[in-house]
T-cell receptor, first 113, second 113 residues
Framework: KQEVTQIPAALSVPEGENLVLNCSFT??????LQWFRQDPGKGLTSLLL?????REQTSGRLNASLDKSSGRSTLYIAASQPGDSATYLC????????????FGPGTRLSVLP | DAGVTQSPTHLIKTRGQQVTLRCSPK?????VSWYQQALGQGPQFIFQ???????QRGNFPDRFSGHQFPNYSSELNVNALLLGDSALYLC????????????FGSGTRLTVV
């Protein structure tokens, strides 16, 4: 059974810091991995999608890496801003192994001005 | 182009009652998946519908049932509500056979008292 964990559970940093969020999954049989952002009480916004054959994806100040063999992904946020404050969710998509996402519990990020 | 629309946005029900949540998929999408997100946790997969049939189901009891209409919209029904059913219910739409391009709605916040 696929399980996804995220470390840390919560993080508070001053504005301008670079930071790394970690995600681990137990089964390498995935189709892709996505990082989502969720603002309080809201739905999910997809940030980055990494196909299982890829190693990393970049969008603006965000960079996500994937090491499928070790079951790990990291989300790097450069020069953090107060507007980055949100919960960040990592999810593996099972694809042909089951067309649904398995989500981690999320990392709650606060960027202080 | 409208994204995924969910209604209602908030709902309060009494333990033992029944509830129906609704989802309209993004234009061009024909597949709807439902997720339950308890407070402080990641979303958990409930089930997926396409061609008006349940195609895949997560680890949820039979109290959770659904329906998909010919226009691809979907309903999630929960019977005999428990306090533990209090959560944000998210709907995601996609195109059948495509293993990417999932779009999430903003969710329905259900509170069971």
């Amino acid at each position: 059974k696929q399980e996804v964990t995220q470390i840390p559970a919560a993080l508070s940093v001053p504005e301008g810091e670079n930071l790394v969020l970690n995600c681990s999954f137990t089964d390498s049989a995935i189709y892709n991995l996505q990082w989502f952002r969720q603002d309080p009480g809201k739905g999910l916004t997809s940030l980055l999608l990494i196909q299982s054959s890829q190693r990393e994806q970049t969008s603006g100040r965000l960079n996500a890496s994937l090491d499928k063999s070790s079951g790990r992904s990291t989300l790097y946020i450069a020069a953090s801003q107060p507007g980055d404050s949100a919960t960040y969710l990592c999810a593996v998509f099972l694809g042909n192994y089951g067309q649904n996402f398995v989500f981690g519990p999320g990392t709650r990020l606060s960027v202080l001005p | 182009d409208a994204g995924v629309t969910q209604s209602p946005t908030h709902l309060i029900k009494t333990r033992g009652q029944q509830v129906t949540l609704r989802c309209s998929p993004k234009s061009g999408h024909d597949t709807v998946s439902w997720y339950q997100q308890a407070l402080g946790q990641g979303p958990q997969f409930i089930f997926q519908y396409y061609e008006e049939e349940e195609r895949q189901r997560g680890n949820f009891p039979d109290r959770f049932s659904g329906h998909q209409f010919p226009n691809y919209s979907s309903e999630l029904n929960v019977n005999a509500l428990l306090l533990g059913d209090s959560a944000l219910y998210l709907c995601a739409s996609s195109q059948k056979g495509q293993l990417y391009g999932y779009t999430f709605g903003s969710g329905t916040r259900l509170t069971v008292v």
